[in-house]
């Protein structure tokens, strides 16, 4: 239990596509005692090679004035399976069975999904092609990436290939909840992952839904233009808004920056449970009203 009174609850779920895999979650609740149907619900989307408590995801749980559900997928953390740089199609399975449980055994109401980098890829194509996502009425875009096939220049991209070259593969060494991990990535997955398609944001994306793209003005991961794609894509929709906020000097992962992202989130949230959302540029702490 948190300060603020809620319950944290460690969920199992069985991924049926992969016998003896579960997906495992931590569901956060405001009123632990009180009947969930009905009840409005957040999902909260790591990126790769992450978990559900990293980076700011754990703590927005806490701050979000609503019930919810953060989890690792496939091959990350706890969650059973192998990890795969090119399968964002099993990463939409997982979304999709989760949601699938929280709808089966609490009649929660998905509310809001919040992804970051490779969560809000998967979050992207989830709200556009799911019976679900369609009726989502709000999501956050952190370090969301549209052109995939600049993971090429980045370093890592650069090594990859050569490690192709030298001996078929890459293996990537990297520490996940203060555990060391390694994976391979081949090129079969690398072409899977730069070949996924974006474009539909432009004309498939939900008319409706309310959108809050956040990004790194420093983050040299993702191109902080990706964010402009998105935000013109997504700026003529109506009555949907989508709002940028482009933040000064934070990195791709928000490195000693947790606590702003979650304060633009909920004032975000706050200003839009008023109904004062416009489409637009916004910069937190210099004008509380879009």
Do not use: C
């Not at 405001?30 to 559900?52: D, E, V």
């Not at 019976?131 to 600049?150: H, L, Q």
């Amino acid at each position: 239990m948190s300060n603020s009174g809620r319950v944290s609850t460690r969920l199992v779920i069985p991924q049926p596509a992969e016998a003896h895999v579960n997906l495992i979650g931590m569901l956060e609740q405001l009123a632990p005692n009180q009947p969930t149907s009905g009840r409005k619900l957040a999902l909260i989307l790591h990126g790769t090679m992450g978990h559900r408590d990293y980076l700011f995801q754990k703590r927005l749980a806490m701050y979000l004035p609503i019930d919810s559900f953060r989890f690792d997928f496939r091959g990350n953390h706890e969650s059973g399976g192998v990890w795969k740089q090119g399968n964002l199609l099993e990463d939409i399975e997982d979304l999709q069975v989760v949601v699938n449980f929280l709808k089966h055994n609490y009649d929660y109401v998905i509310e809001l999904v919040v992804g970051h980098s490779r969560g809000s890829i998967i979050a992207f194509r989830w709200l556009t092609t799911s019976e679900d996502g369609r009726n989502v009425p709000a999501f956050v875009n952190a370090s969301g990436r549209y052109r995939m096939s600049k993971i090429l220049e980045t370093p890592h991209g650069v090594a990859w290939e050569e490690d192709f070259t030298k001996q078929g593969y890459f293996t990537w060494n990297v520490t996940v909840a203060r555990k060391q991990v390694s994976a391979k990535i081949r090129p079969e997955d690398l072409h899977k992952f730069v070949t996924w398609d974006t474009s539909f944001v432009w004309d498939r994306f939900p008319q409706e839904t309310d959108v809050l793209s956040i990004h790194g003005l420093s983050d040299k991961t993702v191109p902080p233009y990706d964010a402009l794609i998105y935000a013109r894509a997504l700026g003529d929709r109506s009555p949907g808004t989508h709002t940028l906020y482009l933040m000064e000097d934070a990195d791709h992962n928000f490195s000693g920056r947790q606590e702003d992202v979650v304060a633009a989130i909920t004032q975000w949230w706050d200003i839009r449970q008023r109904k004062e959302l416009v489409t637009g540029v916004w910069v937190p702490g210099i004008k509380g009203k879009l």
